[in-house]
């Protein structure tokens, strides 16, 4: 996914607030054993499911309460929250936790399936083509990934290409 700059006087446009997060401690729930550059193979995925799922929704809710609480805004002010596609049941989850109205959730897991680091693109690239988003929106993303590190940014969409 590729953003441009541009210059606003409004601190409500475009990046509004984001915040990351990492734990090593938790590496071993969600890791892959190998990669080129460590042991020259591909590596397999290695996750505890049932752990992944009790942290992820916890720590992703925290994420985004802090991520919304540094622009000062509630969920009641989002048009649309595009999660990272990795499970249905962790986005019902926090989506229900938050008070997310589902109609404003993005779901594409069901049409390309976890595709780890894309899926934030192309679910928000589904929902602009579709015209769900628009100039204007406000717009929540998370993800969590392998090792433990997550993190929420929160954006007014320029409505600039897709």
């Known amino acids: 996914m590729v ?5 606003t006087d409004d601190p409500m446009d475009g990046l ?7 734990d090593g401690q938790h590496r071993q729930k969600l890791f892959v054993d190998g990669g080129v550059s460590s042991t020259q193979t591909s590596g397999h995925l290695r996750m505890e499911g049932r752990e992944v ?19 000062g805004l509630t969920t009641a002010d ?3 929250f595009i999660p990272h596609q990795a499970n ?3 986005i019902d989850a926090s989506a229900r936790h938050l ?8 779901l594409t897991v069901d049409k390309h399936g ?13 929902a602009v083509r579709d015209g769900r988003v628009k100039a204007g929106d406000v717009i929540l993303f998370e993800a969590m990934g392998g090792g ?4 929420a940014c929160l954006m007014r969409w320029s409505g600039s290409g897709s």
């Open 16 to 22: 509004i607030a984001s915040k990351l997060r990492a």
């Open 53 to 71: 799922f009790r942290h992820a929704v916890g720590m992703i809710n925290d994420v985004i309460e802090d991520t919304l609480g540094a622009a």
């Open 148 to 151: 433990f590190t997550w993190g």
């Open 114 to 126: 976890n595709t780890s680091a894309a899926s934030i693109p192309l679910a928000l690239d589904t």
């Open 88 to 90: 249905v049941r962790i």
């Open 78 to 80: 989002l048009d649309w």
């Open 3 to 7: 953003l441009e700059a541009f210059e």
């Open 99 to 106: 008070k997310i109205d589902p109609a404003k959730v993005v």
